[in-house]
């Protein structure tokens, strides 16, 4: 099964299948379009700062504080999706 | 008919390579299960529907669409619901026809019409759906499966509609 695939790949630590998974995963099964999600979502971010407007890293840091990994990295795939959606440049047309 | 090989196909070609792109995804199961015959005539039936279209009614909790190894939950889909109450969250097919008419993908106003009609005998107080995007198959079929099944039971539908997105 795919699961299986992907923790035979952890723990051999197999890199380069796991990164292959997640851009495939992003790129809804095209890997070089996959990196470019990954991209513009951090493009994205990068605009977002440019000014160095105010943030609210109070927030940031207690998330990051009280919030277990996992949810933590639940939410790095939420902030992915939200951020290529913001960039207008969305190879999906779903809901998140 | 609008052709469906326009510009709005934005993923042409998704699955011919399904088995490169996701390995060990294409699952083949050696044990099979005869489809189970109908027990009186489809206009005396209580006819349920499942769908994995991911959709759902306004306001419930949004399926996980973001989540690498999928969401196994589901959704009660009120059999009589307008479809201006529903709403998707899916991000695995194109959505843009249904959209513009959700039957395309969820029938329910068919269903209903053919409730109506009396050419399905009822239609189950709820239908069902999920989203397909599912990476632990094991689990899909052990949690997501039974629980809808259970449900579906529960309302005592004599036939249920299965359709994938």
């Known amino acids: 099964m795919a699961l299986d695939y992907l923790k035979k790949a952890t723990a051999e630590g197999d890199a380069e299948k796991l990164i292959r998974y997640v851009r495939l995963h992003f790129g809804d099964g095209n890997e070089a379009a996959g990196r470019k999600e990954i991209d513009k979502a951090w493009i994205e971010s990068l605009k977002l700062l440019l000014d160095v407007p105010e943030t609210d890293r109070k927030f940031i840091l207690k998330t990051l504080a009280e919030k277990d990994a996992a949810t933590l990295a639940h939410l790095f795939f ?7 959606k913001r960039s207008g440049e969305w190879i999906h047309d779903g809901e998140l | 008919m609008e052709n469906s090989n326009n510009s709005q196909q934005q993923r042409p070609g ?3 390579t399904v088995n ?6 294409m699952i083949t199961k050696n044990d099979f299960i005869p489809l189970a015959k109908l027990k009186k005539p489809l206009a005396e039936s209580r006819l349920t529907f499942i769908s994995t279209a991911g959709v759902q009614p306004k306001n419930s909790m949004p399926f ?9 939950t589901f959704r009660r889909v009120p059999s009589y619901s307008k ?7 899916q991000l695995k097919y194109p959505t843009v026809g249904a959209k513009r008419d959700l039957n395309v993908i969820f029938p329910i106003e068919r269903l209903q019409e053919l409730a109506k009609e009396k050419i399905i005998g009822e239609l189950a107080p709820n ?10 198959a ?3 079929e052990e949690t997501l499966a039974e629980d809808i099944a259970e449900a579906v039971n529960a309302e005592g539908s004599d036939v249920a509609l299965l359709a994938p997105a």
């Open chain 2, 83 to 89: 479809p201006k109450d529903l709403e998707i969250h």
């Open chain 2, 138 to 140: 094991q689990k899909l």
């Open chain 2, 64 to 72: 996980d669409t973001v989540h690498p190894i999928g969401d196994y």
């Open chain 2, 127 to 136: 239908f069902f759906s999920f989203i397909g995007y599912n990476m632990d």
């Open chain 2, 20 to 25: 490169e792109r996701y390995p060990g995804s």
């Open chain 1, 78 to 84: 939420h902030l992915h999706f939200y951020f290529v």
């Open chain 2, 14 to 16: 998704l699955w011919a």
